[in-house]
């Protein structure tokens, strides 16, 4: 199993999230962060004065999935999520040892 964690702008969370139904996936948690990369966030004016604004908004995706589905995920998140402009995001995939549906306690591929 595999977990993908997606950091993406908040207006491509609906693309993000038809892609991922559109290839099968079930189950997704969705968390609104605040960060910055490289972008180091910008500068607004308001009302007169000048202001940076540090921690630009962003939503985290965590999935959790089968290793022969991990690698179409990642695929449609990145074209879902791609504007082409600074801050689009980043996925991160990790390998899951196991996962427990506590509701039943399978095991394994069976929890997810």
């Known amino acids: 199993m595999k977990k993908i964690e997606a950091i993406i702008k908040p207006f491509k969370l609906d693309e993000v999230k038809e892609a991922l139904h559109?290839?099968?996936l079930q189950?997704?948690?969705v968390t609104e962060a605040k960060g910055f990369g490289r972008q180091k966030g910008h500068t607004e004016l308001y009302?007169?004065?000048e202001?940076?604004?540090d921690f630009l908004p962003k939503v985290k995706l965590e999935i959790v999935i089968d290793d022969?589905?991990?690698e179409g995920a990642v695929e449609a998140i990145q074209r879902a999520a791609h504007t082409g402009r600074i801050g689009d995001?980043?996925?991160f995939i990790t390998s899951i040892?196991?996962?427990v549906r506590i509701r039943t306690?399978?095991?394994g591929n069976e929890a997810i």
């Open 105 to 107: 306690g399978e095991r």
């Open 89 to 91: 995001g980043k996925i």
């Open 27 to 29: 189950g997704i948690t």
């Open 97 to 99: 040892e196991d996962a």
């Open 51 to 53: 202001y940076v604004v």
């Open 22 to 24: 559109d290839i099968g």
């Open 47 to 49: 009302r007169g004065a």
């Open 68 to 70: 022969h589905l991990a």
